[in-house]
């Protein structure tokens, strides 16, 4: 009698599977692993070309619409296929930086149309392979990338990349295309290797990129560059650190603007930092404050740090008619990096005494400077009430703080006497009233006390003063979120 043999189950084979559950497994699969099915089995084959699964890796790699996809008439696996073939070296930076550039783009369109219409046509790889070989160096993916959606922008104002001004002084940084940043290509000691990013016309400051690490800085690198005033080598150059990667310093800029962190003032991006912490409210009226650092007014050699301020005012619209008062005097308690304090009183505020009623917001720019890399300011305002002239009372200013962005120290710095250079740090800072004899310190030619005309810059800017009664309210007023 034979004996009965068992039989082993057959071990469950992938291609056994029913569809469905098969296609559900494959859509976890990155497009790489998507495109190697194709080559294990015909079955694989046939369902890995199953469209839906490569909806999905359009819109996340591509960010293709269902719009997109009607209009160029063909399956998501041969729309991803295509746009690969072009953009595939790109694939890991596209998605951030082509929603970037949306967001910008959907966010200015109201806001600063001009701005918006300055921006120039993406170029090709030839045009970027021109470039590489015309300055000798690898230009980085994602700044590869970021071309092939926008090539930067035409030379005017106001500028892509953020907007400061003063009483006298004014910049506006145009994000450069690429073969104007060629032609500024630096092979000179000091700035060997580096590339700009972006220019001002009127200052002639630039941000650079650093393509190879040389002269202590890191391979892609972004900064601002700062003479050493105290060197007597002329390629001793310090560095204002703003970014490490072309991606993480466009992005991060793009996020600041987007979200309200960068008010639009006149159609210009201004580039102040704004602490949701830093308000404070006295009675009926509320002031808040917001800071910005100007790097082409600093220096690490001799150590001086140049910052400004644009304090918000406002009076609650709820508040009785009778609260209505005048502003008579400032003082401030500021305070350096060291411990050092310096106290400074004044009549009015950049020479004015605003009056604020109910409703009504006073806003204006003013400066300070420091010897160390950072330092804070607080104090109180004097007001007066109008309706009853001998009732005098103080409004309080938050405590803000400023603080030097990191910097690098050039590595061709000669030994000097410093002390033949060394500043008083008796007078470490100083309130903004005094701008124009803290500006001669600097030995920097003092610009127009104007901004011109064919710049765009209303006068009322270069007053660096506002009130809600000569200012309309609209979505590029000088309102911004708090």
Same mark, same amino acid.
């Given at each position: 009698?034979?004996?009965?043999?068992?039989?082993? &189950?057959?071990?469950?084979?992938?291609?056994?599977? &029913?569809?469905?559950?098969?296609?559900?497994?494959? =859509?976890?699969?990155?497009?790489?692993?998507?495109?190697?099915?194709?080559?294990?089995?015909?079955?694989?084959?046939?369902?890995?070309?199953?469209?839906?699964?490569?909806?999905?890796?359009?819109?996340?790699?591509?960010?293709?619409? !269902?719009?997109?996809?009607?209009?160029?008439?063909?399956?998501?696996?041969?729309?991803?296929?295509?746009?690969?073939?072009?953009?595939?070296?790109?694939?890991?930076?596209?998605?951030?930086?082509?929603?970037?550039?949306?967001?910008?783009?959907?966010?200015?369109?109201?806001? /600063?149309?001009?701005?918006?219409?300055?921006?120039?046509? =993406?170029?090709?790889?030839?045009?970027? #392979?021109?470039?590489?070989?015309?300055?000798?160096?690898?230009?980085?993916?994602?700044?590869?990338?970021?071309?092939?959606?926008?090539?930067?922008?035409?030379?005017?104002?106001?500028?892509?990349?953020? =907007?400061?001004?003063?009483?006298?002084?004014?910049?506006? !940084?145009?994000?450069?295309?690429?073969?104007?940043?060629?032609?500024?290509?630096?092979?000179?000691?000091?700035?060997?290797? /580096?590339?700009?990013?972006?220019?001002?016309?009127?200052?002639?400051?630039?941000?650079?990129?650093?393509?190879?690490?040389?002269?202590?800085?890191?391979?892609?690198?972004?900064?601002?560059?700062?003479?050493?005033?105290?060197?007597?080598?002329?390629?001793?150059?310090?560095?204002?650190?703003?970014?490490?990667?072309?991606?993480?310093?466009?992005?991060?800029?793009?996020?600041?603007?987007?979200?309200?962190?960068?008010?639009?003032?006149?159609?210009?991006?201004?580039?102040?930092?704004?602490?949701?912490?830093?308000?404070?409210?006295?009675?009926?009226?509320?002031?808040?404050?917001?800071?910005?650092?100007?790097?082409?007014?600093?220096?690490?050699?001799?150590?001086?740090?140049?910052?400004?301020?644009?304090?918000?005012?406002?009076?609650?619209?709820?508040?009785?008619?009778?609260?209505? /008062?005048?502003?008579?005097?400032?003082?401030?308690?500021?305070?350096?990096?060291?411990?050092?304090?310096?106290?400074?009183?004044?009549?009015?505020?950049?020479?004015?005494?605003?009056?604020?009623?109910?409703?009504?917001? %006073? !806003?204006?720019?003013?400066?300070?400077?420091?010897?160390?890399?950072?330092?804070?300011?607080?104090?109180? %305002?004097?007001?007066?009430?109008?309706?009853?002239?001998?009732?005098?009372?103080?409004?309080?200013? &938050?405590?803000?703080?400023?603080?030097?962005?990191?910097?690098?120290?050039?590595?061709?710095?000669?030994?000097?006497?410093?002390?033949?250079?060394?500043?008083?740090?008796?007078?470490?800072?100083?309130?903004?009233?005094? %701008?124009?004899?803290?500006?001669?310190?600097?030995?920097? &030619?003092?610009?127009?006390?104007? /901004?011109?005309?064919?710049?765009?810059?209303?006068?009322?800017?270069?007053?660096?003063?506002?009130?809600? #009664?000569?200012?309309?309210?609209?979505?590029?007023?000088?309102?911004?979120?708090?």
């Amino acid at each position: 009698m034979a004996a009965a043999v068992e039989q082993e &189950p057959q071990p469950l084979s992938l291609e056994l599977l &029913p569809t469905d559950p098969l296609l559900l497994i494959l =859509s976890f699969l990155d497009y790489r692993d998507l495109l190697s099915c194709c080559y294990v089995s015909r079955r694989l084959n046939q369902l890995s070309s199953h469209d839906p699964l490569w909806k999905r890796h359009c819109k996340k790699y591509w960010l293709l619409s !269902e719009a997109e996809k009607t209009r160029r008439k063909q399956s998501w696996k041969a729309i991803f296929i295509s746009i690969y073939s072009d953009l595939g070296r790109y694939i890991q930076y596209y998605a951030t930086l082509k929603k970037a550039w949306d967001d910008i783009e959907r966010y200015l369109g109201q806001r /600063c149309p001009r701005m918006i219409g300055s921006l120039k046509d =993406s170029v090709q790889e030839d045009d970027l #392979d021109a470039v590489e070989a015309q300055i000798g160096c690898k230009l980085p993916d994602d700044y590869r990338c970021s071309f092939r959606i926008h090539n930067g922008q035409k030379l005017v104002v106001p500028g892509l990349m953020g =907007s400061m001004a003063l009483s006298n002084h004014y910049r506006s !940084e145009d994000l450069l295309d690429i073969d104007t940043a060629a032609g500024g290509f630096q092979q000179r000691l000091g700035l060997k290797q /580096c590339l700009p990013l972006t220019f001002c016309i009127h200052t002639g400051l630039s941000q650079y990129m650093a393509l190879e690490s040389v002269e202590g800085r890191n391979k892609y690198e972004i900064f601002y560059q700062c003479p050493d005033q105290m060197a007597r080598n002329p390629s001793a150059i310090d560095m204002f650190i703003t970014g490490t990667s072309y991606l993480e310093w466009f992005t991060s800029y793009v996020n600041n603007v987007v979200t309200g962190g960068y008010p639009i003032i006149r159609d210009q991006i201004f580039r102040y930092v704004h602490d949701k912490e830093c308000v404070a409210t006295t009675g009926d009226i509320t002031v808040s404050v917001s800071t910005s650092f100007l790097p082409e007014l600093s220096s690490v050699h001799p150590p001086h740090y140049f910052f400004t301020y644009r304090i918000r005012i406002e009076m609650s619209k709820d508040a009785l008619p009778e609260k209505a /008062c005048q502003l008579d005097s400032r003082y401030w308690r500021i305070t350096n990096a060291k411990g050092d304090v310096e106290e400074v009183q004044g009549p009015g505020v950049v020479g004015e005494f605003p009056i604020i009623s109910p409703g009504r917001v %006073y !806003e204006y720019t003013s400066c300070t400077t420091f010897s160390t890399t950072s330092g804070y300011m607080e104090g109180y %305002y004097t007001f007066h009430c109008l309706y009853y002239k001998d009732k005098f009372f103080n409004v309080i200013i &938050p405590r803000f703080h400023m603080v030097c962005p990191t910097f690098k120290v050039s590595t061709a710095r000669m030994e000097t006497n410093h002390n033949e250079y060394a500043m008083d740090e008796d007078e470490d800072s100083t309130d903004t009233d005094e %701008y124009e004899d803290r500006h001669r310190v600097l030995d920097i &030619p003092a610009p127009s006390g104007r /901004c011109p005309e064919g710049a765009g810059i209303s006068k009322t800017l270069c007053l660096s003063s506002y009130s809600s #009664d000569t200012v309309e309210s609209s979505s590029s007023s000088i309102a911004y979120s708090l």
